[in-house]
């Protein structure tokens, strides 16, 4: 079955520091990918998706590019700031079966220190 | 901006009382899911509904019922509370095409003594 594993947490980054969260999925077919990101106290809300291979997501300053040979989708940030403190999941849709049924990452924790 | 509704957002209650919690959300989609979400942040999939009158069980073994009367709306229900259904709510809401984003309310946090 379908599956995402993600970069353990959490992680803990000065203020402007690069950051990555490393996202690799299983999937039957040609799933569409997503991050989402939950702050303190909300549910989720979608901060970036990619569709087909070689897409790259943007919003925000975060950027994932759909890797189809390395199966991932690995979230990146040149220079994070406090406010991007918040749990990061990675997630797949698979079109296959269960079309919009998605398949989360156990959520990766970001802390940003002034 | 929120388009999908849950209340309350907070619950405390004893056990043995039946509780519902409320989802609705105003997109008109005819997908709808429930997820319960661990202290770890982890998420579990625990119903979804493709439309009115279709309900399914989702990943993880619930003790809850749903329920699809109208599109708008997907309540959850415990019949009975127990204090190992302590635990964050999430519900969310998409078109169902596979590269449908999911919009989440912003959940219901149960805490049952």
């Known amino acids: 079955g379908d599956s995402v594993t993600q970069m353990e947490g959490p992680v803990t980054l000065s203020e402007e520091a690069f950051l990555t969260i490393n996202c690799t999925y299983t999937a039957t077919g040609y799933p569409s990918l997503f991050w989402y990101v939950q702050y303190p106290g909300e549910g989720l809300q979608l901060l970036l998706k990619a569709t087909k291979a070689d897409d790259k997501g943007s919003n925000k300053g975060f950027e994932a590019t759909y890797r189809k040979e390395t199966t991932s989708f690995h979230l990146e940030k040149g220079s994070v700031q406090v406010s991007d403190s918040a749990v990061y999941f990675c997630?797949?849709?698979?079109?296959?079966?269960?079309?919009?049924?998605?398949?989360f990452g156990d959520g990766t924790t970001l802390t940003v220190k002034p | 901006e929120a388009d999908i509704y849950q209340t309350p957002r907070y619950l405390v209650i004893g056990t043995g009382k039946k509780i519902t919690l409320e989802c609705s959300q105003t997109m008109g989609h005819d997908k709808m899911y429930w997820y319960q979400q661990d202290p770890g942040m982890e998420l579990h999939l625990i119903h979804y509904?493709?439309?009115?009158?279709?309900?399914e069980k989702g990943d993880l073994s619930s003790e809850s019922t749903v329920s699809r009367i109208r599109t708008e709306h997907f309540p959850l229900t415990l019949e009975s509370a127990r204090p190992s259904h302590t635990s964050q709510y999430l519900c969310a809401s998409n078109l169902g095409l596979s590269d449908s984003p999911l919009h989440f309310g912003n959940g219901t946090r149960l805490t049952v003594t």
């Open positions: 997630a797949l849709s698979d079109q296959n079966t269960n079309a919009g049924k998605s398949t």
């Open positions: 509904s493709y439309g009115v009158n279709s309900t």
